[in-house]
């Protein structure tokens, strides 16, 4: 019979770990690891997008951050254990530095009754219930008990938070049913290469099956402490962690199944039948504009009797929102579905001297608005207006356009009720003369750069740069030849008379507003 391969009792009782803590812990490591080293940094810049470099460098940021001192430590203290016990290195010839780990462990041992037994330190052992096989640290004698008792050490400074798994793993060492006697061999996963039908490879395992003993040993601190562990506990806890092992292997359609798609389409083509009859003239003017390019309508699709596709539909519903939205004939809320093929776009007008005309009242509600607006945002919309191709207001626009143009001064009125709740703010705090400090002459109608003013100058008050009543305080920090380069930038910035020493910024209310906001937000984006 070949060898099969076995799970670890590791990685299995790993199942069930609680890994928070452990986790944390390694992500600390990466994080000193990549400050202790500069090239692991920038091996990080250049490798973004490279998952396996990426890992690659993770885990040499963890090894340099201490992340596997603990691990080295206590694969060497089980080693140096396994050879005291076995006789093979005499307690007195084991390294100073590790001597008081291990005679620790010894004394605990002897304190307590527990006498290792002969040939069973570090045995590999296979459990044919879980299928799994792994390799205990010893078995010891335990005072009023049988069968030998399984033990395992552990050098880690804390066993709070893995007692579950330590329960699990020594309740399948415990229910093993062999003790192997061949050499190791691994498959490529890491896993045991045992073959269970060779008796001659196999000697009898028996051991007590309702406690165990975990000898918790802290690497470097010469003190040892001994707990008996419930298997009973331990065994459950095994099971559930084969049964969670074995539930990540479950293939994917077998626990998700794709919805299939609810066909909604005569329903959508009714809504859109009863919308498109409720459309004005000036609506259905937009829809014929606006049309999907080699989509039928809807009496040709009726005519024909063959049924329009979930993406034609689609591509109606959207000409129809858009009509419904640029006349205010709203009859339904928008109604969607998910299209099984990309939607056509609606097609542009090919003839735009075709498009339907706004209402002329609309247009002179368009002008009232953007007339009510500061002059930098009638500019703005100005600029849109011309990169979109849209002329005189006063000589008509189409009803497109229109739409356009309210929503570039909806935008526009949301950014004014912005800039008045910043004005009546500062004027509540300091009166009318902060208006007059920023240039202000008109507060119903404040441009972007007065508003950025006043923003600065209560920044400046807030931070003790300037009084309640608008006078440097002699509080600003900054150093004369920084702030006389910054009073420079920010007088060009806002229309100001250059300054030509530090002293005219000091002496200048609002300039050393500006000045010490800017350099306050230029340091905390460094």
Known sequence: MKPKPYTRVTTLVGKIQDRHNLEQWAQRAVAVGLAERADLLAAVAANRTNPRELNRVVADAKDAGGGMIGANLGTALHAMLEQTLTGETPLEQVGEQWRHDITAVHQALNVHGLRPVDGMTERIVRCDELAVAGTFDLAVTFPGRELPVIADLKTGRSVDFGFVTYAAQLAIYAHADGIWLGDLERDRFGRYMLDPGNEQLWEPAQFDQQ???????????????????????????????????????????????????????????????????????????VCRQHWPKGVPTLKQ??????????????????????????????????????????????????????????????????????????????????????????????????????????????????????????????????????????????????????????????????????????????????????????????????????????????????????????????????
């Open 301 to 526: 699709a009726r005519e024909t009797g063959a049924p329009l596709t979930a993406g034609q539909i689609a591509a109606i519903t959207a000409t129809v929102e858009i009509a419904e939205a640029f006349t205010g004939a709203q009859f339904n809320p928008p109604t969607t579905i998910t299209a099984t093929q990309p939607a056509p776009a609606p097609a542009a007008p090919t003839k735009p001297h075709l498009a339907a005309v706004a209402d002329p009242a609309l247009v002179d509600k368009l002008i009232n608005e953007i007339q009510d607006l500061p002059a930098d945002l009638v500019d703005s919309i100005t600029t849109q207006a011309k990169e979109a191709g849209i002329g005189n207001l006063r000589r008509g626009v189409t009803v497109t356009q229109a739409a356009q143009i309210q929503q570039w001064v909806t935008g526009a009125a949301a950014e004014l009720g912005t800039r008045l709740g910043t004005v009546y703010a500062a004027q509540t705090k300091c009166g009318p003369a902060v208006l007059e400090l920023c240039g202000i002459t008109d507060p119903e109608k404040p441009t972007s750069l007065e508003v950025s003013k006043l923003r600065a100058v209560g920044w400046a008050i807030r931070r003790n740069v300037l009084n309640a009543e608008l006078s440097p305080t002699g509080e600003c920090e900054i150093g004369k030849g920084a702030m006389l380069a910054a009073g420079r930038v920010m007088a060009g910035m806002f229309g100001l008379p250059s300054p030509n020493s530090s002293a005219e910024v000091l002496t200048n209310p609002l300039l050393l507003a500006l000045v010490a906001h800017h350099t306050d937000h230029a340091e905390k984006q460094r």
């Open 211 to 285: 406690i165990g003993v975990l000898i918790h040993a802290p690497a470097g601190q010469g003190t040892c402490t001994i707990h008996t562990v419930d298997l009973e506990f331990g065994w459950e806890q095994a099971h559930l962690a084969r049964r969670v092992y074995d539930s990540q292997k479950t293939k994917q359609p077998r626990v998700l199944t794709p919805l299939p798609a609810v066909d909604r389409s005569t329903e959508l083509v009714t809504n859109l039948t009863e919308r498109l009859q409720a459309l004005p003239p000036e609506a259905v003017a």
